[in-house]
């Protein structure tokens, strides 16, 4: 489909393993977002690219999290050495310009990430 | 305090009620506000999208907001089974730099409208 599209849909992580998530945005979109959704909680932001430029990570909330995007298409978040509280539902989304307020963002399904 | 705070529900209404769903803010920077329905297991949609003060129609959606009181409104009329789903409210602010690129979501309000 034409979607934004995450892998894997779920996983299910020992504490302490490194774990990298996938997101493949909408062809030509040169906006793309990471959001974290803990359980019956709103997206929280975590960090934003534009192309190939991570432009804010303000929001990553350890430096066992690392986001990449190297050719300006897919990303991969990656979090080492997870925590419980790691666990949460990952967002990625993407919009067809450089961010501006009304930018339409289109967010994939997640990938559920379970920490035991 | 939270930035924005959402009742988080949930909220069952009988098929064809007009539905009410609010959020309540504490940024004055905040200058445009956005509702997304989420349905289960999947991410969010935008439904509606407002730049400062006023009101916004789409179909069966009204969207409001009130910058005076910092509280936002989304109406939802002739509800339908299939409107049935956890609403998030959004802001973002208008200044430059880190941290302007972001959303900030209210908890979501789940909704269920009953056949």
């Known amino acids: 489909g034409a979607g934004v599209s995450q892998s894997p849909r779920y996983k299910v992580a020992k504490r302490g393993q490194d774990v990298a998530l996938r997101c493949d945005p909408i062809?030509?979109?040169?906006?793309l977002f990471w959001y974290q959704q803990a359980l019956g909680q709103g997206p929280e932001f975590l960090t934003y690219f534009q192309n190939e430029a991570q432009l804010d990570k303000s929001g990553l909330p350890s430096d066992r999290f690392f986001a990449e995007r190297p050719e300006g298409s897919v990303s991969t978040l990656k979090i080492q050495r997870t925590q419980q509280e790691d666990s949460a539902v990952y967002l990625c989304?993407?919009?067809?310009?450089?961010?501006?307020?009304?930018?339409?963002?289109?967010f994939g399904s997640g990938t559920q990430l379970s920490v035991l | 305090q939270k930035e924005v705070e959402q009742d988080p529900g949930p909220l069952s209404v009988p098929e064809g009620a007009i539905v009410s769903l609010n959020c309540t803010y504490s940024?004055?920077?905040?200058?445009?506000f956005m509702w997304y329905r989420q349905y289960s297991r999947k991410g969010p949609e935008l439904l509606m999208y407002t730049y400062s003060s006023g009101n916004k129609e789409d179909g069966r959606f009204t969207a409001q907001v009130d910058k005076s009181s910092k509280y936002i409104s989304l109406f939802i009329r002739d509800s339908q089974p299939s409107d049935s789903a956890t609403y998030l409210c959004?802001?973002?602010?208008?200044?430059?730099?880190?941290?302007?690129?972001?959303?900030?979501f209210g908890k979501g309000t789940k909704l269920s409208v009953i056949p």
């Open positions: 959004a802001m973002s602010a208008a200044y430059s730099g880190a941290g302007s690129y972001q959303l900030t």
């Open positions: 989304a993407s919009s067809s310009r450089a961010q501006r307020r009304n930018e339409k963002l289109f």
């Open positions: 062809s030509g979109h040169v906006s």
């Open positions: 940024n004055s920077a905040f200058q445009y």
